[in-house]
């Protein structure tokens, strides 16, 4: 099954901006609670569109300046990458249904 990849700083470029796909970034940390319970969406996701769209995930804590950049003020907040720049932003657990919709919307 295709995961959500780890992004650090040092890839975020190559994986997320530069990428031929859409990646659907997850911005979470350990000690969140509501990232722990949109990660399994977020893994179910990856998997049925798998070969459309790319998902990362960024941990705040460990990568600091890419949360930074981006504003990420709260968590979890998924972003939609497309061509290198943000298109979307969800913040807080959302059901699937809205991701879905997103995520569609975005391809």
């Not at 569109?49 to 600091?64: C, I, L």
Request: charged share 25%; with cysteine; aromatic share 8%.
């Amino acid at each position: 099954m295709t995961k959500p990849i780890e992004i650090t700083e040092e890839s975020f470029k190559d994986k997320v901006l530069d990428s031929d796909m859409p990646v659907l970034v997850d911005f979470w940390a350990e000690w969140c609670g509501p990232c722990k319970m949109i990660a399994p969406v977020v893994e179910e996701l990856a998997a049925e569109y798998d070969g459309k769209m790319s998902f990362a995930k960024v941990d705040v804590d460990t990568n600091p300046g890419i949360s930074t950049n981006y504003g990420i003020r709260s968590i979890p907040t998924l972003m939609i990458f497309k061509n290198g720049a943000p298109v979307d932003q969800i913040v807080g657990a959302v059901g699937k249904n809205i991701l879905v919709e997103r995520i569609e919307k975005s391809l």
